[in-house]
């Protein structure tokens, strides 16, 4: 058994022995001193922890660079893999690089936080591809979010590096203010020394603008700051365990005499000498006992720091006369570090297969993304993990023979640890081969048994397709599934994401809301299961994805059972396939609605047109992404008239009603009208479609959708066939232009503003701001990159969870046990006053056994832990009772129940000397 994981960073060699399995690149970077790599979302949303990943694929035949985002990376997927981060971009500590250049001169940072992230992500993607358009460029940020700059002045900078860059100038100033033509070409060029001052150096660094450094090179090729290492060249992917790193802690409690060994030799010499001794490792139940019998061992001896008691490993065990491998799980070890700690990499598929022969309840992943996002928002993890992303057998793809329909059709396969951004590759290259700078995408004659080793798998689809005399000019509806797939892939997730995301995942995962389940389902795709037969052993099968997913979440794979692949059939001639995603932003975002209609269409004898094959699939609508199995029978038994498809849209509105909460955030986007008619099925993806668009008639009603007496098959499916709902809700190219004032006098511009242009912004000098250097390396210092002190702990607050109840009991003492957890601060510990208040003390700092809580979110307790793992742990088990008291919501709940802020103030009206009855009459006319 190997131990340990190898990596390189920025050309550093980094062996760590001893590895947490849930703990992230970014964890790892920042407790090394890295701190340039800057953690925001922690959920691989905000893009600002970017770093590129750079690693030798054996499949591919050459080394792979990947923009990933660090916060749901783990450390052990890097395992064989180079780093570069933000501190790793310039080898000269005096020479920016020149994207960072670009960053400074164009004012492209403001608070920094996310500016790391946006240089990491560019240059991952210009290294990939050198010969990038501009618009190219622009959808390179998908992943990177900026709250400060508007993304005006990023993108400008990041546009000159772009192959058509001198054409967009050209663009540009057609569609800018006629005056300010001859400034635009000044005001956007690239920004060289002259603009600063002539001494003007950099006060933080001493690094000097110098001309070269920014001019503008279009396709201009970079490279690693630092070579790949050798080492990782052949880097060998060997069985390893990793489990919890090992902690120690002191009982806080006893009654008589308690001895902790430091060795198993003082503790075995100490049980020669004494007698009715306890060995205990937490101490929970002996604990338990003290308080609820008062008893307590006379001699205990807790035994958790010793070595010898702290090991899991894999041991071969003589089990039914066989030698079989077992995980030796130590006599300290947890549960939680046994159910919920332990990780298993196998080298091979044959090694993976033994241990789960031996092992329960695995969950099988690839990139683990979905893992530590589950970590940190839920406090979860599977009880064993085992990630094969580095696997051979699930890193194919390659065309394959599938059943579909009762006939033999060809099929993508996509192995189990294909990233999304594979897939989108392959399909590019098929679509067009010159679409990637890549020199892998050549098509050439079938390889030696030695090429076959490092061929790339791209190049094997590619040649495969070509053999088999498929084409996309010929028959573009063969490849309708596979376009479909691509045109939904631009608004999943982002880059970053889809470097590490799979296929398989997002599929196994079978959330409702999956973007690709739908066109994968209605295109009929097959599923390529490892399952456990108790006479044959391990088999392999195929099964219809319709037949996969059984309930929310919930899929027929029994224990330990897991996908090995996908395979998607290629579309018979005369198939159309039209998918949408709806959701409140455009990219990155998870969708509220989705779907995809597949209708594979032909000419009968009578000249009417049918439906041989239809899938309609919509996710977001039920538990489970369910096909419209009735509507899809339906349309493959009648003609396809416009009666049919009014039909139809009837069925389509008794079939899908979108529940409250679902309306109610699509309302939120679009308003409430519009959100009733996507609701009722005239309208998708929050476009103003109907269900007649898909005929190429922009009709408000299904009439003349389809007229009867058409019989041109070609003309009823080229609407099909043209640009998606996808394409068209991609953005344009954005335009816009900033002008500098280069006046010697700073404090008088010379612009003139009522020539000034509506999508022209206007700066005062093109001095950059004094921090703008630092944020681009990652040197500007923020409190969530701070080192925690020496002696100094985290604290974690317990929250109520109950908006009106009384506090019954709180337990602590599981969450003392936790390995980490330094102590917890209650009610009880308060010797003072426990509120506070600006005005009056009125809010309690803790809230203690029998008091009331009156919200969500008041303090119960505070852990406080050396690392914030610990504390995840502890959170969980802290045992709250509650007793609800009735929630007053409403002014009219808090006036009956007289809950009042203050005493009420009752103003009456009078003079002095008047009567009771007068006194009266005055306040019934100011009522």
């Known amino acids: 058994m190997v131990e340990g994981v190898l990596l390189y960073i920025n050309g550093k060699r980094h062996f760590i022995t001893s590895v947490h399995p849930t703990m992230s690149l970014a964890s790892y970077l920042k407790s090394i001193g890295l701190k340039g790599t800057k953690v925001s979302c922690g959920e691989g949303g905000c893009g600002s922890c970017t770093i590129l990943l750079s690693h030798f694929d054996k499949f591919k035949g050459r080394i792979v660079h990947r923009a990933v985002v660090s916060c749901i990376l783990p450390l052990i997927y890097c395992d064989g893999m180079a780093i570069t981060t933000i501190e790793g971009m310039s080898t000269n500590p005096r020479q920016l690089h020149p994207i960072q250049q670009r960053i400074v001169a164009y004012h492209a940072t403001q608070c920094g936080i996310c500016t790391p992230g946006i240089v990491m992500a560019l240059f991952a993607f210009l290294l990939n591809h050198p010969n990038a358009k501009v618009k190219e460029i622009e959808h390179c940020f998908d992943c990177n979010l900026c709250r400060c700059t508007g993304y005006r002045a990023i993108l400008d900078a990041a546009k000159t590096f772009g192959s058509d860059y001198e054409g967009y100038l050209d663009d540009l100033k057609k569609t800018t203010h006629t005056e300010l033509e001859d400034f635009v070409a000044h005001s956007v060029r690239p920004l060289t020394s002259v603009d600063y001052d002539k001494d003007q150096e950099s006060a933080s660094e001493g690094t000097v603008i110098k001309p070269s450094m920014t001019k503008r090179t279009p396709g201009q090729k970079f490279s690693l700051p630092q070579p790949f290492p050798k080492a990782l060249m052949d880097y060998h992917y060997a069985d390893k365990l990793f489990e919890n790193p090992l902690f120690s802690s002191l009982p806080k409690t006893s009654n008589r005499l308690l001895f902790r060994p430091g060795t198993l030799p003082s503790l075995l010499q100490f049980l020669d000498t004494h007698e009715h001794c306890r060995i205990v490792s937490g101490m929970s139940e002996v604990l338990v006992d003290k308080k609820n019998r008062g008893t307590f061992p006379e001699i205990c001896i807790p035994v958790g720091s010793l070595s010898e008691m702290r090991q899991m490993e894999l041991r071969d065990v003589e089990v039914h006369g066989k030698t079989m491998p077992s995980l030796f799980v130590g006599g300290s070890i947890t549960l939680s570090e046994t159910s919920n700690r332990l990780l298993f990499r196998p080298g ?524 995840i742990e502890a959170l969980k088990e802290v045992k709250v009772e509650y007793e609800d008291l009735p929630v007053i919501a409403t002014i009219e709940q808090a006036i009956e129940a007289k809950s009042w802020l203050f005493d009420p103030i009752d103003v009456t009206y009078g003079l002095d000397g008047c009567s009771e009855e007068e006194s009266k009459d005055l306040n019934k006319k100011h009522e």
């Open 348 to 871: 091979t598929l044959p090694s993976l297969l033994q241990f789960l022969d031996t092992h329960e309840h695995c969950r099988i992943v690839s990139g683990m993304s979905e893992v530590l996002v589950d970590k940190k928002n839920r406090g979860t993890f599977p009880e064993i993990c085992i990630p094969v992303g580095s696997l051979s057998e699930m890193r194919q793809m390659e065309l394959r023979d599938v059943e579909v329909h009762g006939k033999t059709m060809p099929s993508l396969f996509v192995g189990g640890s294909i990233t999304l951004s594979e897939v989108c590759e392959v399909v590019d290259s098929i679509v067009d081969p010159e679409v990637s700078d890549s020199p892998s995408r050549s098509v050439e004659p079938p390889p030696s048994e030695e090429e076959e080793r490092t061929l790339s798998t791209l190049s094997k689809v590619l040649y495969e397709y070509k053999s088999r005399n498929l084409s996309v000019e010929s028959e573009p509806s063969t490849l309708a599934p596979l376009l479909a797939l691509r045109r939904q892939l631009r608004l999943f997730a982002s880059s970053q994401v889809r470097e590490v995301a799979t296929l398989t995942g997002n599929v196994s995962n079978a959330s409702p809301i999956s973007d690709t389940i739908p066109i994968l389902m209605a295109n009929h795709a097959i599923m390529n299961i490892y399952t456990k037969d108790s006479i044959l052993g391990w088999t392999v099968k195929d099964v219809p994805l319709r037949e996969f997913i059984t309930g929310y979440r919930r899929t027929i794979l029994t224990d330990n059972d897991f996908v090995a692949g996908i395979s998607l059939p290629f579309a018979p001639k005369g198939t159309v396939v039209h998918e949408f995603k709806y959701a409140r932003r455009l990219e990155d975002d998870i969708s509220i609605v989705n779907g995809c209609v597949s209708l594979n269409c032909y000419k009968d004898e009578s000249g009417h047109i049918r439906a041989k094959h239809a899938g309609i699939v919509f996710g977001g609508m039920a538990a489970h992404t369910k096909p419209q199995i009735a509507l899809e029978e339906y349309l493959m038994s009648t003609i396809l008239t416009a009666a049919t498809l009014t039909k139809a849209l009837s069925m389509l509105s008794s079939a899908l009603v979108l529940p409250d909460c679902v309306l109610k955030a699509i309302a939120e986007g679009v308003g409430e009208a519009e959100a009733q008619e996507i609701c009722q099925g005239l309208r998708i993806a929050g476009k103003k479609k109907r269900w007649a668009e898909m005929c190429g008639k922009e009709s408000p009603t299904c009439e003349g959708a389809v007229k009867e007496e058409d019989d041109d098959i070609e003309s009823f499916l080229a609407s099909f066939l043209s640009e998606s709902m996808t394409d068209r809700r991609l953005h344009s190219i954005s335009k816009s232009t900033v002008r500098y004032d280069y006046s010697e006098d700073k404090g008088k511009p010379k612009t003139d503003p009522s020539k000034k242009s509506v999508n022209t912004t206007t700066t005062h000098g093109n001095k950059p701001h004094v921090s703008a250097e630092r944020q681009v390396q990652g040197k500007a210092e923020y409190v969530s990159t701070m080192s925690q002190p020496s002696d100094t702990v985290i604290a974690i607050p317990v929250f109520t969870n109950h908006p009106h109840a009384r506090i019954v009991s709180l337990d602590v003492s599981k969450a003392l046990e936790v390995p980490g957890v330094v102590d917890v601060v209650t009610r009880e510990d308060i010797q003072g006053v426990n509120a506070v208040g600006v005005a009056i003390q009125d809010e309690p700092v803790f809230i203690g056994v029998g008091d009331e809580c009156q919200t969500v979110g008041q303090i119960l307790a505070i852990i406080c832990v050396d690392n914030k793992d610990a504390g």
